[in-house]
């Protein structure tokens, strides 16, 4: 229980940063057809707010102000967000 409220629920790692042609850091270890320009639904989407790209199933917590990896939900009880780092915890 304690490891739930201590362990930080995981942020968006800095590989997805931008770099600076404007391109995500880890565009070497992807396909290229998975980089479109614009923010549809095939290309990245880019936070503005911490100038990184968003994985797949991240979501933001109103909460705790920031992304969070693989967010499940936030637990009051807890007073913590369940995310990557810490549902194995939970």
């Not at 362990?7 to 800095?14: H, K, L, R, S, V």
């Not at 989407?45 to 199933?57: H, N, V």
């Amino acid at each position: 229980l304690q490891s739930t409220v201590t362990t930080d629920p995981g942020a968006i790692p800095e590989s997805f940063a931008r770099d600076d042609n404007g391109r995500p850091r880890f565009e070497a270890d992807i396909n290229e057809l998975a980089l479109v320009p614009s923010n549809g639904p095939r290309g990245l989407i880019l936070i503005t707010k911490e100038q990184k790209f968003k994985p797949k199933r991240s979501h933001f917590c109103r909460q705790m102000d920031r992304y969070i990896l693989r967010m499940d939900h936030y637990c009051a009880f807890m007073s913590n967000c369940i995310g990557y780092k810490n549902h194995k915890f939970f």
